[in-house]
């Protein structure tokens, strides 16, 4: 399946700003099933676009603007490939909790195993753990099924009931949230069995009225080591296994590893962040000749003006929330 993907960020300030800084975080991961055809980040002011790769793998595209600006507009579109993942069995061996022990004990995945900057042990983490019964059972890929559902279930789907900061005892109280949350929710919960559990950040192609993930967001979910079959991803937003719909950008022990814009700007302005996200199906791939440019072919535009010395106020770009 092909899909067509356009993400645009924009960012307005109350009265100008410069030496905005960013990283960006939207260009899909090529692995396994995925695979990203082209890609093309646009900035507006424009700005020369550099491009690294984090310890996890994901894409980083980072620039500045160091002229006076009143605001900010990113645009990343992907064209990708994406294959329908081999079919699961309904439950593994009896053996299976071993085996995912030794493999832990083999393998480099402390990471994935101990609490993330938002998902810290708390009163509230130990009462969920108790009412949804979370310890080991059946094996592996049984349990994280269960979760999976068990979070879908016992959590409400409200967009903007949490903010992009909030740790998961917000939604774990007020029993709502949005996937962000439970994304969160399920690393923790996951991790406390012994499960590496990270964080994918990413989109989802949503199917009318059986979702309640939005269209017009990036989307997160989880992908949990299970012996024999490596990561898996699970999505309790919407109680399904990480499919063919599933399109992975980022992968990191939570959102702090992989949020889609991450910046500064010198200035004392308000700001006000919009997104907008589209995902479609698309019959095929572009024509080689039309495929997107490569970073090493952006320019920079016209030498921007000095700023005063006395506008030295560095803020934080506002963050994404994954809804």
Not at 38 to 67: E, I
Not at 82 to 96: I, T, V
Not at 236 to 252: D, F, K, Q, V, Y
Request: charged share 25%; net charge negative.
């Amino acid at each position: 399946m092909f899909y067509s993907i356009r993400h645009l960020t924009q960012f307005r300030y109350d009265s100008p700003v410069s030496e905005s800084l960013m990283e960006v975080r939207m260009h899909p991961r090529t692995e396994g099933g995925q695979r990203c055809l082209s890609f093309k980040l646009s900035v507006d002011p424009r700005a020369r676009v550099h491009l690294y790769r984090d310890y996890l793998g994901n894409s980083v595209h980072h620039f500045d603007v160091p002229g006076k600006h009143t605001e900010l507009r990113i645009l990343a579109e992907s064209f990708v490939e994406l294959e329908p993942p081999a079919e699961l069995p309904q439950r593994l061996s009896p053996d299976a909790w071993k085996e995912l022990d030794e493999l832990v004990g083999a393998g480099d995945y402390w990471e994935m195993l101990t609490p993330g900057q938002y998902a810290q042990p708390s009163e509230a983490l130990d009462n969920l753990i108790h009412e949804l019964r979370v310890e080991r059972r059946e094996d592996p890929l049984t349990f994280l099924r269960e979760l999976n559902a068990g979070i879908y279930e016992w959590f409400d789907y409200v967009p903007k009931a949490t903010r992009v900061d909030s740790p998961i005892d917000h939604a774990i109280e007020a029993r709502k949230g949005v996937c962000q949350d439970f994304a969160h929710i399920m690393t923790a919960l996951a991790r406390h069995v012994k499960i590496p559990c990270r964080y994918v950040s990413g989109y989802v192609l949503p199917r009318k009225d059986r979702d309640r993930s939005g269209s017009g967001a990036s989307h997160a979910w989880v992908e949990a080591l299970v012996p024999g079959f490596g990561w898996l991803g699970f999505d309790p937003t919407n109680n399904l296994l990480a499919c063919e719909r599933h399109i992975r950008t980022a992968i990191g022990r939570d959102y702090a590893d992989v949020p889609p814009t991450k910046g500064l700007f010198k200035g004392s302005a308000a700001s006000e962040l919009s997104v907008s996200v589209r995902v479609v199906l698309a019959d095929a791939p572009p024509a080689p000749e039309k495929e997107l440019r490569s970073p090493a072919e952006w320019s920079t535009a016209d030498p921007a003006p000095e700023t005063p010395p006395e506008e030295n106020i560095r803020t934080q770009q506002q963050q994404q929330q994954q809804q």
